[in-house]
């Protein structure tokens, strides 16, 4: 699975006997070992990368320290390629806004049997993962994680061969009610930061800032097991569609479909979101969530003629190694296997990525937690609209 052994303190470069720096973003050991030939070279790029906002430094990273790029391409477009990449699998948005209240009480009898169905097991999903006294209490999280992943294209015809070139890197999430939360992940020298202030929610990595339309969506990841009150309330109002059994784990599957005004919001004059369906696998026997998928279809227009080319995305994420920390239920590793097929009349491209994640800290209810960490960057502005943002 993935390497255990984090690093956190950078030594001072420039004093010897000065204080260590502390990382902003925890990496793996892996990750470090492969940032140099010796423990000085490898600080050096480390303190570089920390520092690193610009493309120019994206392009020098891409070209020495990340053979993952190579599965797209050598050149600046490739850089800008496997970025796209990362952010789908790294920190991609769920449509629906968190509705943090009491909506989880809402009586199980109303509506058809596959609604009522829903309600239910998404009660058993509360009570599996700590009871509503114990998740209304929260009020704000912290998580610390480490990544391990796998990029392929079409033209890679083994994935398991591209699995040699598997890469490492390292998360921190910090999240405050409702709507505000905070993601950094660094992957091989590549680095992307996420949020939402409350207002909009925005990524940002060394080429390019967008921001997403409508109101804050929250960060995928939470529903990898990070997050249970978000998880319930956006499948308390979906249909139980069936049964299906995942790793010997007899589950019910709850489908939800995206508002046809939700994805409007979403979309841009150059970009529309055909559809966002996602569906959540919760098992019989535990209650909890096991996993958890989504499919999106984006229409883009090009900057010539009528044409269009349509970006297709599909994330299945399985969720491990549930423990308790005080008192909620956490899930602590797991896998996501993303595809993304772009296709239009003369593009026809597809591409494969393969995350495993391990969280290493998880806290909640962090003293402290202001507004202000939530800001977005000051290059980010709201009419700032990027044709990628929807995918």
Same mark, same amino acid.
């Given at each position: ?32 070992n ?18 690193a ?39 991609p ?89 905070? !993601? @950094? ?6 680095? =992307?930061?996420?949020?939402?202030? +409350? $207002?909009?929610?925005? *990524?940002?990595?060394?080429?390019s800032?967008?921001?997403?339309r409508?109101?804050?969506?929250p ?25 299906k ?14 508002s ?58 399985? !969720? @491990? ?6 008192? =909620?239920?956490?899930?602590?590793? +797991? $896998?996501?296997?993303? *595809? ?20 290493e ?23 700032n ?7």
């Open positions: 699975m993935v390497n255990h052994s984090m690093r956190k303190l950078c030594p001072n470069l420039d004093k010897e006997d000065g204080l260590e720096t502390v990382l902003e973003v925890p990496i793996p050991e892996e990750m470090f492969k940032m140099g030939s010796n423990a000085a070279l490898r600080w050096h790029n480390m303190r570089n990368l920390m520092r906002h610009h493309h120019s430094t994206a392009d020098k990273w891409a070209a020495v320290a990340n053979p993952l790029a190579t599965a797209c391409s050598s050149s600046s477009a490739g850089n800008d390629q496997f970025m796209l990449l990362l952010k789908l699998v790294g920190s948005f769920i449509p629906c806004r968190a509705q943090l209240d009491h909506t989880l009480t809402k009586p199980i009898k109303d509506g058809s049997i596959e609604a009522s169905t829903a309600k239910y097991i998404v009660q058993q999903y509360l009570a599996a993962t700590g009871g509503l006294a114990a998740l209304n209490s929260i009020n704000s999280m912290y998580a610390v994680g480490q990544v391990k992943m796998v990029v392929a294209s079409d033209a890679v015809q083994n994935f398991e061969s591209a699995k040699r070139s598997c890469e490492a890197g390292g998360f921190v999430l910090w999240q405050k009610n409702p709507d505000l939360w905070y !993601l @950094e992940l660094i992957v091989s020298g590549y680095k =992307i930061s996420a949020g939402s202030d +409350g $207002k909009i929610a925005w *990524s940002q990595s060394s080429t800032s967008t921001v997403s409508g109101p804050p969506r960060l995928r990841r939470f529903f990898q097991g990070l997050d249970p009150r978000s998880t319930a309330n956006l499948f308390l109002n979906t249909v139980c569609i069936g049964e059994t995942i790793k010997n784990e007899d589950c019910f599957i709850l489908k939800f479909d995206t046809s005004d939700i994805l409007k919001a979403q979309s841009t004059p150059n970009t529309e979101i055909v559809y966002h369906t996602i569906w959540g696998y919760f098992s019989q026997r535990t209650g909890l969530l096991v996993q958890f998928e989504d499919t999106k279809l984006i229409r883009m227009k090009t900057a010539v003629g009528d044409d269009s080319v349509f970006y297709e995305t599909s994330m299945e994420s399985v !969720l @491990e190694d549930y423990r308790l920390v005080e008192g =909620i239920n956490i899930a602590h590793s +797991g $896998k996501t296997i993303a *595809s993304l097929y772009r296709y239009g009349k003369t593009l026809k491209r597809k591409w494969k990525l393969e995350e495993s994640w391990k969280i800290e998880v806290d909640f209810n962090i003293c402290g937690l202001s507004f202000d960490y939530f800001l977005p960057p000051a290059d980010v502005k709201k009419d609209e990027h044709d990628e943002h929807g995918i």
